[in-house]
């Protein structure tokens, strides 16, 4: 067990619609990253919150957007969905500042867009 | 866009065996790590390896990196059944990034 937790575990949206996605990161965690991974793939980096600011972004239009907030969770939103949308979407916590760089994984949102 | 491959991209082994999957990747980076996922869930932490490493040991777990080659190799010993997951190496670029990039990923089967 990581100590990351996500929720739902799966979804399933149509085209159009618009879904919030959430991480519950350590404790002591100060940095969420969320990552999608398409089916036979490995995950792509989306973007960093960092102290509650967006710290990096990967190559991802703007309908994606986060937030992170001082109690150790944080939210995916992706507004206008897509058919390619549909993935595993992973947030991934770490505590930078003491040099450890391990990413911890939560299990995992699968959304399904129909 | 992936930096590291996985080779080979899938691997079918007895239980006893050892498990030899290698990664290459593209830009300079702070440090290399791998990654196990089974059945499509999160990603288990296996084992770190600075830039300035050369070899690691965890459990029945070896990882060596050689940054002139711009490669790794994560040594599975001894296989077990439990061991059949999907395995990814994961990069962290210098520079102060701290975002991870991954493989495609490499297919383990630990036959029993």
């Known amino acids: 067990e990581t100590g990351v937790t996500q929720s739902p575990t799966h979804l399933i949206k149509t085209r159009g619609q618009q879904v919030t996605l959430r991480c519950s990161s350590q404790?002591?965690?100060?940095?969420v990253s969320w990552y999608q991974q398409a089916l036979g793939q490995g995950p792509q980096f989306i973007f960093q919150?960092?102290?509650?600011?967006?710290?990096g972004r990967g190559n991802f239009p703007p309908r994606f957007s986060g937030l992170q907030f001082p109690n150790y969770s944080s939210e995916l939103n992706v507004n206008a969905l897509e058919l390619d949308d549909s993935a595993l979407y992973l947030c991934?916590?770490?505590?930078?500042?003491?040099?450890?760089?391990?990413?911890?994984f939560g299990p995992g949102t699968r959304l399904t867009v129909l | 866009s992936q930096q590291g491959e996985e080779d080979p991209q899938a691997l079918s082994i007895q239980e006893g065996e050892n498990a030899t999957m290698n990664c290459s990747y593209k830009?300079?980076?702070?440090?290399l790590q791998w990654y196990r996922q089974n059945s499509g869930r999160g990603l288990v932490h296996l084992i770190l390896?600075?830039?300035?490493?050369r070899e690691k040991h965890s459990g029945r777990l070896r990882v060596t990196l050689d940054t002139s080659k711009k490669s790794s190799s994560l040594l599975i010993t001894a296989s077990r059944a439990a061991d059949t997951a999907s395995y990814f190496c994961?990069?962290?670029?210098?520079?102060?990034?701290?975002?991870?990039?991954f493989g495609k990923g490499m297919k383990l089967t630990v036959n029993p």
């Open positions: 830009t300079s980076i702070n440090n």
């Open positions: 919150y960092y102290r509650e600011e967006e710290n």
């Open positions: 404790s002591g965690h100060n940095t």
């Open positions: 390896i600075r830039s300035n490493e």
């Open positions: 994961a990069t962290d670029a210098s520079g102060g990034s701290e975002k991870l990039v």
């Open positions: 991934a916590s770490n505590y930078v500042g003491f040099g450890t760089d391990t990413q911890y």
